[in-house]
């Protein structure tokens, strides 16, 4: 069964760059039909889509991040990250990590890491 | 991009209970391309229904969707205690994906 867990510092400083890395277990992040992708979660708001990545390295990313977003993959460690920089309180979220299956006529999340809380403050 | 707007916010319902969930789109959202997640407190969304109607592996058939174009809907035929949950909709058919605000189906 795939399973998938966020790692990453829980705090981190306003301007300074968050850094998760996600860990796939029961498969393999190497799979020639599936994405990899970070959501996030703000407290008492909606979901929001933040990036995806193949496991060739190739990425897409939502634009409201602008360029603030670098998604990477290390196919031999079976994981892939995110780093945000210049971030803000505005950051501060729920941070998963799911599995994108996408396709012609596919593109949703499943299935989804358990989230890790990132709070930015001073 | 899509914003999906789901409502009511909050729906009070009853163990046994028919509920309805809506999910409106503000352009046409392609193909039917629609997912509905079930997020419980503390936990992470789980796929329940994607394709607007088709259901996720191991997902009770209480739960069914339906719709196309701007406006979906989420059943969930007899309510069970586990059902009472915040309910997600997230459209694929156009990058960004988008996800509505949710709706919190709680015990009356």
Known sequence: QLQLQESGPGLVKPSETLSLTCTVSGGSISS???????????????????????????????????????????????????????????????????????????GWFDPWGQGTLVTVSS | EIVLTQSPGTLSSSPGERATLSCRANQSVSSKYLAWYQQKPGQAPRLLIYGASSRATGIPDRFSGSGSGTDFTLTISRLEPEDFAVYHCQQYGTSPYTFGQGTKLEIK
């Open chain 1, 32 to 106: 020639s039909r599936y994405y990899w992708g970070w959501i996030r979660q703000s407290p008492g708001k909606g979901l929001e889509w933040i990036g995806n990545i193949y496991n060739n390295g190739g990425t897409f990313n939502n634009p409201s991040l602008k360029s603030r977003v670098t998604i990477s993959v290390d196919t031999s460690k079976n994981q892939f990250s995110l780093n945000l920089t210049s971030v803000t309180a505005a950051d501060t979220a729920v941070y998963y990590c799911a599995r994108h299956v996408l396709g012609p006529t596919e």
